[in-house]
C-alpha cells in the first residue's frame, strides 16, 4: 500500500503526476509508485522491500467502504463498523484499532461536511436541507426560530406527524441527550401535563 506524497506545488495544472510513498516507509521501505492526476495509470518505480500484508490491505479497503457509507448513509456509526467487522476475517481483524477509535474516525468524516460551528446565536443559520428531516422525502423540521436578533433564542424542531401523534395521545413522556446539544444552546426537558381535548398545537 501507498500514501500519497504531499506536493507543495499549488496549481493542478503544474503537476504531470501524482507520487507515491509506501506506507511502511517508517520502516525505511523506498516503495515509490507514480500514477496520473487520474490513478488511472500506475508505474513503479522503487519495489518495496518487505512482503504484501493483505490484511491491512482488506481493512484499509473495508475503511474506505466504511467512510463512503457514512458520507451516504444516516446509518449510525456503531451499525456500520458491526456490519463491516463480519466482512472481514480474523487475520484482519488483528489489524483493527479500537472501536472508539474507527467511531471518532467516522463522526469526523460524517461532521467534515456540516457547516462550521456558528461562534454566536446571529451567526446560526438554520436553512436549506439542515432545516428539513434530511431524508428523501425531506419534510419540513424546523418548525419555530424565535429570530436571530432574539436575546434568548429558542429552535423547535419537530413534524406535523409527531404532533398530531402528541395530539392523540393521553400521556407524555420527554427525554433528552444534553450532551449532544450544540455549544451555544441546551435542550429543554420538562414535565408537560396533559392539554386539554380540545386545544390546539
Known amino acids: 500500500m501507498y500514501t500519497r506524497q504531499t506536493d507543495n506545488r499549488p496549481l493542478k495544472s503544474e503537476r504531470t503526476g501524482i507520487r507515491w510513498r509506501c506506507v511502511e516507509r517508517a520502516s525505511r521501505c523506498r516503495g515509490t509508485a507514480l500514477t496520473d492526476l487520474e490513478c488511472r495509470q ?34 449510525k456509526p456503531g451499525v456500520i463498523i458491526a456490519e463491516g467487522i463480519q466482512q472481514l476475517a480474523n487475520n484482519a481483524r488483528a489489524e483493527m484499532p479500537t472501536t472508539s477509535t ?70 407524555w413522556f420527554m427525554d433528552g441527550n444534553f450532551t449532544m446539544a450544540p455549544k451555544l444552546f441546551g435542550q429543554v426537558a420538562t414535565l408537560i401535563n396533559q392539554p386539554p381535548r380540545d386545544s390546539k398545537i
Open 42 to 75: 500506475c508505474s513503479v518505480i522503487i519495489e518495496h522491500n518487505h512482503p504484501n500484508n493483505q490484511a491491512a490491505t482488506e481493512y484499509a479497503e473495508l475503511t474506505d467502504r466504511m467512510k463512503l457509507r457514512t458520507e451516504c448513509s444516516r446509518d
Open 102 to 171: 474507527i467511531k471518532r474516525t467516522l463522526r469526523n468524516r460524517r461532521t467534515a461536511h456540516h457547516p462550521p460551528q456558528p461562534t454566536s446565536l446571529a451567526d446560526l443559520h438554520v436553512r436549506g436541507v439542515w432545516a428539513t428531516t434530511g431524508d428523501a422525502n425531506r419534510e419540513p423540521f424546523l418548525m419555530h426560530d424565535s429570530g436571530r436578533d432574539s436575546s434568548s433564542r429558542i429552535l423547535v424542531f419537530g413534524t406535523t406527524k409527531c404532533l398530531q401523534v402528541l395530539c392523540s395521545s393521553k400521556t
